[in-house]
Structures are given as C-alpha cells and as structure tokens.
C-alpha cells in the first residue's frame, strides 16, 4: 500500500487497485488475448476472466514510493512479441501513474501462453 499525501489530507491505495489498473491496461493493448494464470492442479496456464484478472499481476512496493509490476499474459498467435511486449510496457506504465501518481520502476511481462485458432 502506498500513502499519497495532499493538502486536504492522505489517499491510501492498496495492492488490488494497482492490480486491478496494471491487468485492464495490459487486456486492452493489441495481441494480447488475456492475464494468465498457472493452474496448481495440472501446470497448465489458464485464460482468466475478466472478474479474476488481477491473479496475473504482481506488484511489489520500494522504499521509495514506487512501484515494479510482474505481469503473466497469453497473447494471440502470429503476433510480434517484442512489439506487444513493448507496448503492455508502456501502456501499464503511463495508465498506472496516471490513474494513481505512483511512479512504476519496473514492468516485467511474462508470456506465458500464445492462443492457436
């Protein structure tokens, strides 16, 4: 949780609204089909729906009020990764400072699944 301070008081925001922002942006940038998840039963990474999104998404929290986000994605097949990759990047990383103020130091984008068909 990070404490953002202003003259007319202090605004707390939690884990879940980082993840919540950094999952939407991700979804929304071409390519990309949606957050992934590994299943604990059989290994296999899974598509998640819209409501459970923010199960691929990490957030760790600096000492310096700043942000590194971890995402987990599956991307359509035929795509140019590092061009998708690049893009999620700078999508997540303007969409969260702006909606927040919070600076992110760091997103890391795993693909860990491509959608065939």
């Given amino acids: 949780m990070i404490r953002h301070n202003t003259e007319n008081g202090s605004v707390n925001v939690s884990t879940g ?3 919540d922002i950094a999952g939407t942006a991700a979804s929304n940038c071409f390519g990309v089909k949606g957050m992934a998840a590994r299943s604990v039963t059989d290994g296999v990474y899974h598509l998640l729906r ?3 999104m923010s199960k691929g998404v990490r957030v760790e929290f600096h000492e310096d009020d700043t942000i590194s986000i971890d995402l987990h ?3 359509d097949h035929g795509v140019n990764l590092t061009a998708v990759a690049n893009s999620i990047i700078s999508e997540v990383r303007y969409v969260v400072t702006k909606c ?3 600076q992110v130091r ?3 984008v795993y693909i860990d699944s491509m959608s065939i068909g």
């Fill in 17 to 19: 609204v980082y993840t």
């Fill in 50 to 52: 819209k409501e459970s």
């Fill in 73 to 75: 994605i599956m991307v």
């Fill in 100 to 102: 927040t103020g919070t």
């Fill in 106 to 108: 760091a997103v890391n």
